[in-house]
Structure formats: C-alpha cells, structure tokens
C-alpha cells in the first residue's frame, strides 16, 4: 500500500502535534490522557468540516476551562495552512473548515491509493477468530442461517482490510441428539433407496427429500448389510457418512453466498480428544469450578421427580452471571455450555480475540460463556478479548405473506434458493441495511425492485452511472484542472473522504453494517449531483466542447466508483458495471 496518510488522519496528528506543543508551553501537563480525544465532522455540516472535542476532554487535566483551552488550541491551528477557519462552539467543541486545497489532495490519496483507500493500520497483525454460521450438520443452509452468515463474513472482510489476521471458523455440532436423528432419517432412505417402501416419514425424523442422495450414496456403499441390522452396528459409521454428507452441502451453499470458512471445527473431534476435561482441570486448578448442588429451579415448585445432584459448577457469577452453571449433567455428559467452554478454549490458544456471530434466541447464553472465556484467558495471564454479536431473525415475504420455514417439515427456503432467485450480491448487502440486532423483512419483489427505496439497486445504480458516464465521455479522467471544481464536486468529495474514518470505526466496533450505510448516503450523494446535472446542464458531468471541466469532474466521479467498489469489496458484494 502506498505510503499515504489520509485527511481524517492527518487532522488528527495535526490536533496531536499542536496538543505536543501546549504540553511544551506547560498549557498541558506532561502526558495527559488523550484516549478520548477525537477529529471528525460535526453532526451540523453547516458548522464546519471537522470538529474537535479535545478542548472538553483534556481542560480538567490542564486544571482550566474548555472554551480557555480551545482558545490556545485555535491559536496554533491559525498557522495551519490546511485551515481557513477555526471557531469555538457550545462549551467547548472546535470547529474547523478546511481549504480546497486539503480535500483536493484527498482526492489524489483516493486515486493513487485505488483499491487500498480507506484500508487502516489499526488491526497491527493481531489474530482475530471470527466463528459464525455454526448451523446444526443436518440438512441444507436455510435463510434462519443467511444472515448470521453475512454478517460474520462481512465483518471478517472488514476486519482483514483493518490489518487484522481473520481466521473464519464453522462449529460443527457433531455430537448431540440431533446427530443421532440424522443418523436414523439417513437410514430410512438408504432403506428406500434399497427398494423398501418406507411410507411416510416419522414423526421426529428429518422428512426433507435432501437426505434422498444420501440413502442412494449409503445404499452404493453398503448394498443390504445394514439394512435389517441392529442400530448399534450402524449408527455410527451412518452419523459420519450423513454428517460429512450434509457438510458438503453446507459448504456448498455458503460457496453460493461467496463465503469459505478456513477451519471446520468437529464438536465429536474436540470431546474425541479430551479438550472438554482438560478445560475442566484448568479451571478446577485455578479455582473455577468446584462441585455443587444447583437449586430447585426458581419461581415453580420443582417437578416431582426433581431431586438435588452434585455437579461440577463454574464460578459464573465472579463474571456478573445469576448463578453458577453446570458444565456435566447428572449422566456425566457435557452440557451445551460444558463442551462449549472447551471448545472457546481451543480456539483462545490460537488467537488475539474472539469473536462469535449467534441468533439472537442464545441471547440467555451469552454472559456465562464470557465468563467462562474470561476466566480461561484472562485466569492464564493471558487476555483474550470476546465479544459475541447477536442477530436477530430474518422474516421472508412472499406477495405480502409470510414464507414459512421449518427443517423437521423439509418446508423451507434455502440459500440456494434464495441466491437463485435475486443472486448473491442482493442477498449479501441487504441483509447489512439494518443493525444486526435489530429484526428485518426480506421482501423478494422489492429487494430486486428498480427504485430508490431498494438500497442495492440504489447503490449499485449510482456505481453502474459513474462507469457508464466514463466509456462514453469521448474525454480522460483528469486532474490537470481540478481548479475547475465546483461547490458540487467538492461536496462529494467531502462525503467521499469519510470513508477511511468509517473503516476505523466500524473495524473498532465490529459493526460492518456501517459500511453498508455509508455506501448509501455516498450513492444518495451522488445521485443528488447527477440530479442537479437533469435540472441544471451546466452542472452536467459531461460538458460538450469543455474537454478541461469534463476531465476534472470526471476524476471526480471515479474516485466516487473507486470508493464504492472498496466499501463493496469489504462486504463481499460486487459492483456492477452497467444495469
């Protein structure tokens, strides 16, 4: 990447260098705390380019009033060249307005940075373990996994372009009951497969026709040796064959969504190997984990059956939990969250922080497995943040009717189905046009619908514009004459340069739908410029016997392209060349 520093960076050293300059004036004490200091515009763009807070973050430091201190603040910023205006607003926040010098020379920093504009230094190499998806192995990836998947993988992308080494991992719940279940619906089709009539499918196996390809497979391999056999002797060569089955499968569908973890961890593999005990001894050495009864459960009488067991206990709540969990139960199996802690430990061992992508229905599981990665990392004098972001469900409309979803009923829409009907690219961004958290509808006629009101179209309209004005200009991109620029051109360019500052950001907060909504209001400025062209023919891109004003705007609007194709890039999506 070339050696470049951006214009929000650079404004911030220089709010830096003059803070150095006020410590040397003794205006500062000496290494005064200036983590919450921050450069970036003001929520009025009529106030300014850029607004400073350090005058309010640091005066109690410097033993003085804000509005003092951003006084002295401005007096060093008035030698700035960079700055035509530097003004106090409220109690103490700095305003500042920039030359057009400053934003010109962002736009350079934009061509010749090209496809690494906007990548930040902030990740340093660190490891980051990004697990998401994490789907039970037992049939295809339906739209209840879509999301989860986009999500974890944008964030990846966007992790990766923040200088953070990501490694993508897949948890395969290979050893529960449900496993089992599978084992079972796999041998029912390799009956049928073997000519049997099997009639209808069994209330609490898997009915989905998927597992068809499965019993043929089964039956090639096999012929009639298992057919009439106890269950002992073939549940479990039949769990591995169905479980690396429907893993292909798996695999297959995240492809079509553009997506390939790196490690597919086993659950089986990982108790295979006694990770779950030795998680447990680690925790019982260091005072973790002892031997308890749990209470009756709360706000019911107990049932009648109900009786108190000494379990092993995790200390949960030294961690902010409501009462210690269980990591065995009562048969000497791992709990969910027994076998979830060992494998959270596996995965610390190998990485720099943590990070989990759940449906928002494990929302109830979230504080104790923190705890428990808090006592496994921070415990081993080792601190390895975790974080888990949870996503809420996607609702699917169909001609205003809800699309109704169930892996027991095999009556589901898949990925497959999904990236068949609109394509990967529609599905991948829409799903990032609101907060994880928060629910969505994913409508299939407007999320193809030409309109405004559709965010991917919108974008990738504004996108398919720029290149489509650029082959038929008859003129060359150019910044021979940028002093041609007007307010319009500038005011893209303005919005155009917050994209590094929103890569930082969003990388800091793990949050990739930020991209995704600043992606819209640079594609909604842009269309307000086009717009202002349809209204105004001298404010047109192309300008007929102007050769020196259509090459400057022209440069304009390909930095525009190239910062869209970036922030697309980071979210896996592709950018279209013409519509």
């Not at 009864?293 to 206990?313: F, H, I, Q, S, T």
Request: proline content about 5%; overall charge negative.
């Amino acid at each position: 990447m070339a050696d470049m520093q951006t214009l929000h960076a650079s404004f911030a050293a220089k709010i830096d260098a003059v803070l150095n300059a006020l410590e040397m004036e003794g205006h500062l004490p000496a290494g005064a705390n200036r983590a919450n200091v921050t450069v970036e515009p003001p929520r009025d763009p009529s106030h300014g380019d850029l607004s400073t807070n350090a005058a309010m973050v640091l005066a109690k430091q410097a033993k003085t009033n804000p509005r003092a201190l951003a006084e002295l603040i401005i007096e060093h910023l008035g030698r700035e060249p960079d700055i035509t205006e530097a003004s106090i607003a409220g109690p103490g926040f700095i305003n500042m307005r920039l030359a057009d010098t400053a934003w010109l020379r962002e736009l350079e920093a934009i061509a010749a940075l090209g496809a690494d504009y906007g990548r930040s230094a902030m990740g340093g190499g660190r490891t980051v373990n990004v697990e998401y998806v994490s789907a039970n192995p037992t049939g295809p990836m339906h739209m209840g996994h879509c999301r989860g998947a986009v999500v974890g993988d944008a964030l990846a992308g966007l992790l990766e372009f923040s200088a953070h080494g990501v490694t993508r991992e897949y948890y395969v719940n290979d050893a529960g009951g449900q496993v089992d279940t599978l084992a079972r619906s796999a041998h029912l089709r390799y009956r049928e497969a073997l000519g049997e009539d099997i009639g209808a499918i069994p209330e609490g196996l898997y009915p989905g026709d998927y597992l068809k390809p499965v019993g043929k497979a089964l039956a090639a391999e096999f012929g009639d040796k298992y057919a009439s056999a106890p269950e002992a002797e073939w549940l479990q060569i039949f769990k591995k064959k169905a479980v690396a089955a429907m893993m292909d499968m798996i695999r297959a569908d995240l492809a079509l969504l553009g997506i390939n973890h790196d490690i597919f961890a086993s659950e089986a593999e990982l108790q295979e190997a006694g990770k779950p005990e030795e998680a447990e001894k680690w925790l019982r050495e260091h005072g973790y984990v002892y031997d308890g009864v749990l209470e009756a459960p709360k706000g019911k009488a107990p049932p009648e059956d109900w009786e108190p067991v000494e379990l092993p206990l995790f200390r949960s709540t030294q961690f902010g939990d409501d009462q210690d969990r269980p990591i065995k139960k009562s048969d000497g199996s791992w709990t969910y969250f027994g076998a979830d802690l060992a494998y959270h430990f596996q995965k610390a061992e190998k990485a720099d922080a943590l990070i989990d992508i759940w449906g928002a229905d494990h929302a109830g599981t979230v504080k104790r497995i923190k705890a428990a990665v808090a006592a496994l990392t921070q415990g081993a004098d080792r601190d390895v943040p975790f974080d888990v972001k949870l996503v809420q469900m996607v609702n699917l409309m169909r001609d205003g009717e809800p699309v109704k979803m169930s892996k027991r009923s095999g009556n589901f829409i898949t990925i497959a189905d999904m990236v068949e009907e609109v394509g990967k690219d529609v599905v991948r961004f829409t799903m990032l046009t609101r907060k994880p958290e928060a629910q969505m509808e994913f409508d299939f006629a407007k999320v193809v619908e030409a309109s405004k009101d559709n965010p991917v179209f919108y974008l990738q309209y504004a996108h398919a514009r720029i290149r489509s004005t650029l082959r038929k200009a008859g003129v060359e991109p150019s910044d021979a004459h940028l002093d041609r620029l007007g307010e319009g051109e500038f005011a893209l360019v303005r919005e155009a340069a917050q994209f590094p500052r929103i890569v930082e950001a969003a990388a800091r907060a793990r949050e990739p739908h930020r991209i995704a909504f600043f992606l819209g209001d640079l594609a909604a400025a842009f269309h307000s410029y086009w717009n202002a062209g349809n209204d105004d023919p001298a404010k047109r891109i192309i300008q007929e016997g102007d050769a020196e004003l259509t090459g400057a705007r022209l440069f304009v609007a390909s930095q525009v392209g190239q910062v869209i194709r970036n922030g697309l890039g980071i979210l896996g999506v592709e950018a279209v060349e013409e519509m």
